[in-house]
């Protein structure tokens, strides 16, 4: 039996509609975490259908710590003014922001990060695994791992959200897409912080 207070525990879990919750727990059986599975893979079904759409509106997310030294600014894109103006997508783009003062990502996403950079990363990584003595192919996994953590750790999209450690921000743009309906494109931030070198 599905009760209302299940649904609305999922609900505000994930912030999916209710029948979508209701449908979830349903399809599931009631089992909560496969419910949130279930609406977490059709978040991403509508994302994808949606990732091709113009989006010309949206607003500066911000984020200014409490002792004013530490300020964040991020380029939060949408398809149309009404849904700018939403309190859903203001929250989104004000803790996208927090996000980003807390984790400090250099880059957007992989794509963003400089071959060059990479290339580097692997030289480093390969130097230390060179006093191990390991076969050739568990090296490469060993450093195509490593890569993975550099990405997860330095790509905004890759990062683990500080919010909710099972989900990375791009997890949670997906969910938001998928929960107002429209495509939304987290674009350029920047990250200041007083006394460091511009981020």
């Known amino acids: 039996m599905i009760s209302?207070?299940?649904v609305k525990d999922l609900r505000t879990k994930t912030g999916a509609g209710m029948m979508d919750c209701?449908?979830?727990?349903?399809?599931?059986?009631?089992?909560?975490?496969?419910?949130?599975?279930?609406l977490r893979k059709k978040g991403l079904a509508k994302a994808a259908k949606k990732a091709g759409r113009e989006t010309g509106e949206g607003q500066i997310g911000t984020y200014v710590h409490h002792n004013g030294k530490l300020g964040v600014m991020v380029e939060i894109k949408c398809e149309t003014d009404f849904v700018a103006k939403t309190d859903d997508f203001t929250d989104f783009a004000k803790n996208i922001s927090m996000h980003i003062a807390a984790a400090n990502p250099t880059y957007l996403n992989k794509e963003e990060v400089p071959q060059d950079v990479i290339e580097k990363e692997k030289e480093i990584i390969k130097a230390q695994l060179a006093k191990e003595n390991k076969p050739e192919h568990i090296?490469?996994?060993?450093?195509?791992?490593?890569?993975?953590?550099?990405?997860?750790e330095n790509c905004l999209m890759d990062q683990t959200y500080v919010k909710d450690d099972k989900k990375t921000i791009l997890d949670?743009?997906?969910?938001t897409i998928g929960k107002l309906g429209e495509n939304i494109v987290i674009g350029r931030f920047?990250?200041?912080?007083?006394?460091?070198?511009?981020?």
């Open 22 to 38: 209701k449908n979830a727990l349903k399809e599931t059986q009631g089992d909560f975490d496969k419910a949130i599975e279930f």
């Open 139 to 152: 090296m490469e996994k060993i450093v195509e791992g490593r890569i993975n953590k550099f990405y997860s």
């Open 172 to 175: 949670v743009l997906n969910e």
């Open 4 to 6: 209302a207070a299940m």
């Open 190 to 199: 920047i990250r200041l912080s007083l006394g460091e070198n511009d981020q």
